[in-house]
């Protein structure tokens, strides 16, 4: 079995730098993929309709689920708040959606596509498509079926990896390298 870690000290072994396996270790092919394919894709979105990336991500939301707060957004795609509520400002600031209180909590916004978001969304969409056929040609029907699905599991599992973070630290690290100022000041 291949280690995605090139070498971990033990104890009575001397101490040598261990580096990661780039050959082998999904989250940089995942991060990868996803930095150059969100480039590529902002680059001619905003050349063509002056919507970004985030935008877009946005865009895709709001029309699949016809309303949508910042923090579903939020939640939904992994981006934090500060940057949904900035996206959602340049929006409004191109009259791609509106925002309404929700009737059943007037403390949150929700935001809907407006008839100029929508075109520029249906515009968009048959370039994402294509982009997204390209990726995927290079594998089969049914790889490409496999591959989403594994990417569901992974994506579903994405709870468990962040307890693991939790649990190494707790239990491997003496204390934290990084310190916040309150700790300094302490």
């Not at 870690?5 to 990661?20: D, E, F, G, K």
């Not at 092919?29 to 969100?38: E, G, H």
């Not at 498509?129 to 994405?158: C, F, G, M, P, Y």
């Amino acid at each position: 079995m291949s280690r995605t870690l090139a070498s971990v000290p033990t104890a009575n072994a001397p101490t040598r730098p261990s580096v990661i396996d780039l050959e082998r270790y999904v989250p940089a092919y995942f991060v990868w993929i996803a930095n150059k394919l969100t480039r590529g894709a902002s680059q001619n979105y905003l050349n063509l309709f002056g919507v970004g990336a985030e935008v877009w991500r946005c865009m895709v939301l709001l029309a699949v689920h016809e309303t949508v707060s910042a923090q579903q957004v939020s939640q939904i795609i992994g981006m934090d708040k500060a940057s949904v509520s900035r996206c959602f400002k340049q929006m409004v600031a191109k009259k791609l959606i509106a925002l309404e209180l929700d009737p059943s909590d007037g403390r949150i916004r929700l935001a809907s596509l407006t008839r100029h978001g929508r075109h520029i969304h249906d515009q968009i969409l048959g370039i994402a498509l294509a982009r997204e056929r390209a990726l995927l040609e290079v594998l089969s029907r049914d790889e490409q079926e496999t591959l989403i699905a594994l990417l569901k599991r992974l994506h579903e599992n994405l709870p468990a990896v962040e307890q693991a973070t939790q649990d190494f630290i707790a239990d491997s690290l003496a204390r934290p390298i990084h310190t916040t100022r309150a700790s300094r000041a302490a």
